[in-house]
T-cell receptor, first 114, second 112 residues
Framework: GQQLNQSPQSMFIQEGEDVSMNCTSS?????WLWYKQDPGEGPVLLIA?????ELTSNGRLTAQFGITRKDSFLNISASIPSDVGIYFC??????????????FGQGTILTVHP | DTEVTQTPKHLVMGMTNKKSLKCEQH?????MYWYKQKAKKPPELMFV???????INESVPSRFSPECPNSSLLNLHLHALQPEDSALYLC???????????FGSGTQLSVL
């Protein structure tokens, strides 16, 4: 089935540093979603991307929909301790019996040292 | 209001118990989902309801039984679970099946 390859798997950074993570796929996606999950909570939608080349910001977060429609990246600027968590990319499958099924990347675990 | 509400927050049950997880949304969304998540892994899809009809069942064991009483509510009935079923169970909803999902905060289930 379709898979999303998310990297890096984990990051240990100092407060104030910028962070970059990305997702790639062998298949084309029409939508890219980025979620953040805190321990014991559900994923929270950070950014949704709908067009190839689209660059969208949400506060200190910026995400881009790759021009080939097979990748996306998420940047976090000037990280703070509350950025700690697991970040997932996701995209909905568009056809056949899997219509509407969301494929997730494996996640990037972010640790921020004060 | 972009909230999906799940109850209970935590649940401990024995292998012979019957329990139910509940999910509610008032966003007018017509697609609702159950996911299972193990620690530090991505959520795994279990069921999808679209317009209150079951549209995807990801070969989930029959000890998990979903129910969608109306467009705002989604239940997951649990019976004779195994210890390996211990996980975070997430409910989600979306405006339609291919739209962005909004997740609840989950039910942390422990099966003893």
């Amino acid at each position: 089935g379709q898979q999303l390859n998310q990297s890096p798997q984990s990051m240990f950074i100092q407060e104030g540093e910028d962070v970059s993570m990305n997702c790639t796929s062998s298949s084309i996606f029409n939508t890219w979603l980025w979620y953040k999950q805190d321990p014991g909570e559900g994923p929270v939608l950070l950014i949704a991307l709908y067009k190839a080349g689209e660059l969208t910001s949400n506060g200190r977060l910026t995400a881009q929909f790759g021009i080939t429609r097979k990748d996306s990246f998420l940047n976090i600027s000037a990280s703070i301790p509350s950025d700690v968590g697991i970040y997932f990319c996701a995209g909905p499958l568009a056809g056949g019996t899997s219509y509407g099924k969301l494929t997730f990347g494996q996640g990037t675990i972010l640790t921020v040292h004060p | 209001d972009t909230e999906v509400t799940q109850t209970p927050k935590h649940l401990v049950m024995g292998m012979t118990n019957k329990k139910s997880l509940k999910c509610e949304q008032h966003m007018g969304h017509r697609a609702m989902y159950w996911y299972k998540q193990k620690a530090k892994k991505p959520p795994e899809l279990m069921f999808v309801y679209s317009y209150e009809k079951l549209s995807i069942n990801e070969s989930v064991p029959s000890r998990f039984s979903p129910e969608c009483p109306n467009s705002s509510l989604l239940n997951l009935h649990l019976h004779a679970l195994q210890p390996e079923d211990s996980a975070l169970y997430l409910c989600a909803s979306s405006r339609a099946r291919i739209e962005k999902l909004f997740f609840g905060s989950g039910t942390q289930l422990s099966v003893l």
